[in-house]
């Protein structure tokens, strides 16, 4: 589709940027209570092999993204509504993202500026960033990158040295085993985790196609890590309860520090890694969701369909819920169970597993017309 | 030489053949061709002491060296001449081998490369019964003497700058870099003003598709006039849609060489002292020569000091506006509360107030520099009533709107690179109207419209934003920071690299 290639580094910087995107501002896996931390190290786990799966399905055609996948596996009949699925999946995780991201600036910033307003004003830059295709794209992540994780390394220092470190707060460690693995499968195997599907649309582009998956699996665990050691630091400061309650922790956590009556009110760190990540992560799916709709429908020149695509984002995003604690209890609630798990771990195994059949089939079929 | 004057003057056209046999009717035909100008000077004259023949010298009064005329053609071809040491030879080789004691001489035989000659500055001899002429190239205008560059100054470093003179130019370019690899290729553009432009690299270290590419659009270029460099950077300019410099220009030989001896590509224009530097990436335009000869530490300080000038002349009423407007709560208490005292008799809100004051300064800054010389003093005094202690007496502005105004206006002043300060003003007014409609959140919006505009520039093929995205390790040394000479052993990645196509030759990491 695009001439445009990406190299590892930059694929690294994305897959940063994709999976800290909203997950490190927001309390992740807080159901396991002052163990969050370990689950999110457990859900990892999960997360590792089912991007091996999707790896195992890039390296077997490494030229197409998902969308091709599914139409080679399952054929065009079949394939073709499967993969429309995808598309739709990924502009509505686009569209959930970007309302997250906005809804958090009315919070730390903004309370009397219209939702309508801040999504328009994203929508309108992010559109911009397509408009000039994935190699640019890559490029401004990999500028951002750097300041980002340095943000996010501030932070967390900033935090420490403000003496509100509490570590009574993560104990016990490890009380409840059962309550870990709940919270870990599948809430975090799907997010951020299982959010990683998007970049089968995207190893195509990678120039070094042998190092892809292991650079994505390295950007993962890194990832893992940095969201662990940001939820050690929310709840080790404002307590597990906190944590719990409050719509954004680390914006809490961060709103607390004041050193030497001078480094006060820094939380604006806090919303600068948000709007980072979330610009980032908003664009990643729409983008992945354009691609996918131009080959689908065959469209010549897919920058064609970024400014209508975008109005459809802008709009769904407003309307995806009626407020921000439905928004909330839906993508706690029903998305992981009803749309995550099919599409981010069901039917890339059964794909996975249809084409390891097909490979043996073939091969018999090849060995037996060999011998015969 | 492509021949120019067939293009477009029809007169010219029909006497664009060889030259005729005899002398007066050739005289006659340049007279009516310049149309009996008045500056041009046809000297007739006898040539020979046995058999003297006609002769007629040809050139414009002002353009050609008048004592080298006199001294090495008419004294030589009326004086010393002795045609009796002439042997089998044609009369010209003669003249040529044994009269002329002048350098560069080129035969014509075509009324083309006759007018070309004069109009250049150069000397025509023509001899009765000969349709042959030659070319003295006896060019002897008034120049410009070299003088320290007055737009690129610098504490310690060479003083001198360009001139308006090509030769000039390319000489002290020479004179910096003995190398036999360095080309200079000439090219001559503009249909009317027929301007000489010259790209000099260096062989072999300058990426042969750059130059190429250089090449290229050079030879693309149709235009009726170059007066200066500027014509020719936005003929051949990557983008044309951005507010951003793609070409870096300088007057300063010692930039010019050592962007030569990176590998970047210079383009000469004839009749300006500033030379262009291709391919010219965002890194260029905060560093100033001066930082290599300083030493290493103190030029890493200097030069983040200037990318902090450099983001306060961008950003300084932007985030003023937004914090006092948007996100008081990011300031500890005292601090709002004093501002908002300062500004209880102002009747404007923060941006318009700021608006007021940055408009107030552009004025005085571009009134500076139009205005005559003799007046100067006036801008100084009026500027610090302006912007100054009277505003606030008027309620006009607070006087931390002042002090705002007064750092941003400063801080511009730093950027090395007047371009590229005068980009960075323009947006700066785009940034603040975001800023103080959506607060912080305007502001990163527009940061990261402009990233990404950065990211998708391109000069001569290679990424404008190269080498921070594409993120190029060892590029770093001279980038942010200034590694000591030891250090910047190697050339920078992209320039050096020598690969046909454009979109793949930007690899870092392979």
């Given amino acids: 589709m695009e001439n445009a290639r990406i190299n590892v580094y930059q694929l690294f910087c994305l897959i940063i940027l994709l999976e800290l995107g909203s997950a490190v501002i927001v309390g992740l896996g807080i159901k396991a209570k002052q163990d969050a931390w370990i689950a999110v190290l457990v859900g990892l786990i999960g997360g590792l092999l089912l991007f091996l799966v999707y790896g195992s399905l890039h390296r077997q055609f490494p030229d197409l993204p998902l969308t091709g996948i599914i139409q080679r596996i399952l054929g065009k009949f079949l394939g073709w509504p499967v993969a429309f699925i995808y598309v739709i999946y990924f502009l509505y995780i686009a569209a959930r993202v970007l309302r997250d991201m906005s809804v958090m600036i009315v919070v730390a910033w903004l309370d009397r500026t219209p939702l309508t307003i801040l999504t328009g004003m994203s929508v309108l830059a992010i559109c911009y960033v397509l408009h000039h295709g994935i190699g640019v794209l890559a490029k401004t992540g990999e500028f951002f990158c750097p300041f980002y994780l340095f943000s996010i390394l501030l932070s967390l220092l900033l935090i420490l040295f403000s003496g509100l470190v509490n570590l009574e707060n993560l104990r016990p460690v490890a009380e409840d085993w059962k309550r870990i693995f709940v919270t870990a499968y599948p809430l975090i195997l799907t997010f951020p985790f299982g959010e990683m599907i998007v970049f089968t649309m995207l190893l195509p582009y990678v120039r070094q196609p042998k190092a892809a998956v292991k650079t994505g699996l390295l950007a993962m665990i890194f990832s893992a890590l940095i969201l662990s050691a940001a939820i050690v630091m929310d709840i080790a400061t404002v307590g597990e309860n906190v944590v719990g309650r409050a719509p954004f922790p680390f914006l809490a956590t961060l709103g607390k520090v004041d050193i030497a009556e001078f480094l006060q009110r820094i939380d604006i760190i806090a919303v600068f890694i948000l709007i980072v990540g979330g610009f980032f992560k908003v664009a990643i799916f729409f983008y992945v969701a354009l691609m996918g709709i131009s080959s689908l429908f065959q469209v010549k020149k897919p920058s064609r369909l970024v400014y209508p695509m975008g109005t459809i984002l802008f709009f769904l995003s407003l309307i995806i819920a009626s407020n921000f604690s439905e928004h909330i209890q839906e993508g706690l609630a029903i998305v992981p169970w009803v749309v995550h798990l099919p599409l981010q771990v069901g039917v890339p195994l059964f794909l996975w597993m249809l084409s390891l059949l097909t490979k043996r089939f073939n091969k018999r079929d090849q060995h037996l017309a060999g011998s015969a | ?510």
């Avoid at chain 2, 100033?288 to 200097?302: G, K, V």
Wanted: glycine content about 6%; proline content about 5%.
């Fill in chain 2, 1 to 510: 030489m492509r021949g120019f004057f067939h293009k477009d003057n029809q007169q010219r056209k029909e006497n664009a053949n060889g030259l005729d046999t005899s002398l007066s009717k050739n005289i006659e035909r340049i007279q009516e061709i310049f149309y009996h100008s008045s500056d041009l000077i046809i000297r007739e004259i006898q040539i020979g002491k046995t058999e003297p023949i006609k002769a007629g010298i040809i050139y414009i009064e002002g353009l050609a060296d008048l004592p080298s005329i006199h001294d090495y053609i008419m004294e030589s071809l009326m004086l010393d001449m002795d045609e009796t040491n002439r042997k089998q030879q044609n009369y010209f080789d003669f003249i040529k081998q044994q009269v002329l004691t002048i350098g560069d001489i080129a035969y014509i035989s075509d009324f083309d490369s006759l007018i070309k000659a004069i109009l250049n500055g150069g000397a025509v001899i023509l001899l009765d019964q000969q349709a042959q002429g030659i070319h003295a190239k006896a060019k002897g205008w008034k120049d410009r003497d070299i003088s320290e560059p007055h737009s690129q100054t610098l504490v310690r470093g060479p003083r001198e700058g360009f001139t308006e003179t090509f030769s000039t130019n390319t000489s002290l370019i020479r004179r910096k870099i003995k190398l036999p690899d360095l080309c200079l290729e000439t090219y001559t553009i503009g249909r009317m003003t027929q301007t000489e432009v010259g790209i000099m690299y260096i062989k072999g270290t300058a990426g042969e598709h750059i130059v190429q590419e250089v090449r290229k659009r050079i030879r693309s270029i149709d235009m009726d006039g170059v007066l200066e460099s500027a014509y020719i950077e936005e003929m051949i300019q990557d983008h044309s849609l951005t507010p951003f410099p793609t070409i870096y220009n300088t007057e300063r030989p010692d930039v010019v060489a050592a962007a030569l001896l990176e590998g970047r590509v210079a383009i000469l224009t004839q009749g300006t002292p500033f030379v262009l530097v291709v391919p010219a990436l965002f890194n260029q335009f905060y560093q100033s020569p001066e930082d290599y000869y300083h030493r290493a530490d103190i030029s890493t300080l200097i030069r983040l000091l200037r990318l902090l000038a450099l983001f306060i002349a961008f950003l300084g009423p932007s985030l003023y506006v937004a914090i006092t407007t948007f996100h008081q709560e990011m300031l500890p208490t005292p601090l709002p509360v004093g501002l908002a005292a300062q500004r209880e008799g102002i009747p404007f809100p923060a941006f318009v107030e700021a608006l007021l004051m940055e408009t107030t300064f552009e004025i005085l800054r571009e009134a500076g520099i139009r205005m005559p010389r003799a007046v100067g003093q006036a801008i100084s005094i009026v500027g610090t009533v302006v912007i100054g202690d009277a505003a606030v007496n008027a309620g006009l502005a607070s006087p931390a709107m002042v002090i705002v105004v007064s750092i941003t206006a400063i801080s511009s002043f730093i950027i090395p690179s007047y371009d590229m300060s005068i980009s960075i003003r323009i947006l700066r007014f785009l940034i603040m109207a975001l800023a103080s409609s959506f607060g912080l959140f305007g502001i990163f919006v527009g940061i990261f419209a402009l990233v990404l505009h950065l990211c998708s520039l391109s000069s001569f093929g290679v990424p404008y934003t190269a080498p921070f995205a594409p993120f190029i390790v060892s590029d770093q040394r001279d980038a942010l920071f200034r590694f000591p000479q030891l250090g910047l052993m190697f050339r920078p990645h992209l320039i050096r690299r020598t690969k046909k196509k454009h979109s793949t030759f930007f690899n870092p990491t392979s």
